[in-house]
């Protein structure tokens, strides 16, 4: 996909560009919780090194839904590091892949505009991944991996994910939903579903582990 070059406007001379991740209040997000968040960090450089090449090719080849889809994972990453430009560019660029109908998989807009806001989105992207490379420390966090719970333990699963800021906890809410209301209900599966696709994990553990709760996991 040829990619034209965006306009951003230059920072007066003598000013220093705002920061585009708010440290402070990713801090705050996760309860001040300075570790856990800088992880959170260290993950979002790993694991979207390659998101804008991923939804690049699926706007190529002519699939909106799958852009959609990826588009809609690093937006909730984005939000959850606190960084807000370029979630504000992955919120555009979701809201026009939506189809414009149940119908049909036919995006609201057409092909040369979604390309536009992708430039947008890669843009955003490119510099947020430049400024986590150049923070200070975040070289020394350590992209924590899951802790080994047995294959049929979902709910064991589904706390490690949120306990690390995996983002792989959204598919697995969406693709055990039947089993996740079988074991929490109704009511709290809507509750956890909602927190998850909002990537506010700290409120789905909390679901998860709230007191009273029977269920083993």
Do not use: C
Request: aromatic share 4%; no cysteine; net charge negative.
């Amino acid at each position: 996909m040829d990619k034209p070059s965006p306009a951003y406007d230059a920072p007066a001379a003598g000013q220093t560009p705002a920061p585009l991740v708010d440290v402070e209040a990713g801090v705050e997000r996760l309860m001040g919780n300075r570790p856990v968040y800088l992880r959170a960090l260290a993950r979002f450089r790993h694991d979207y090194r390659s998101a804008g090449a991923a939804i690049g090719t699926a706007l190529e080849t002519g699939n909106p839904l799958l852009a959609q889809r990826l588009v809609h994972t690093l937006k909730g990453a984005a939000g959850m590091i606190e960084a807000r430009s370029l979630h504000a560019a992955a919120l555009a660029l979701e809201t026009a892949l939506r189809p414009a109908t149940a119908q049909t998989d036919t995006p609201h807009i057409d092909a040369a505009q979604a390309d536009l806001l992708f430039v947008r989105l890669d843009a955003e992207l490119a510099h947020v991944l430049r400024e986590l490379d150049g923070m200070v420390g975040l070289a020394e966090a350590q992209v924590a991996t899951p802790r080994l719970v047995r294959p049929s333990d979902l709910l064991g699963r589904l706390r490690a994910l949120l306990d690390i800021g995996d983002g792989e906890a959204v598919d697995l809410v969406e693709q055990s939903q039947a089993e996740l209301v079988e074991q929490l209900g109704e009511r709290d599966y809507g509750r956890l579903s909602a927190a998850v696709a909002d990537f506010d994990f700290e409120r789905a553990l909390a679901l998860l582990d709230r007191p009273g709760r029977t269920i083993s996991g």
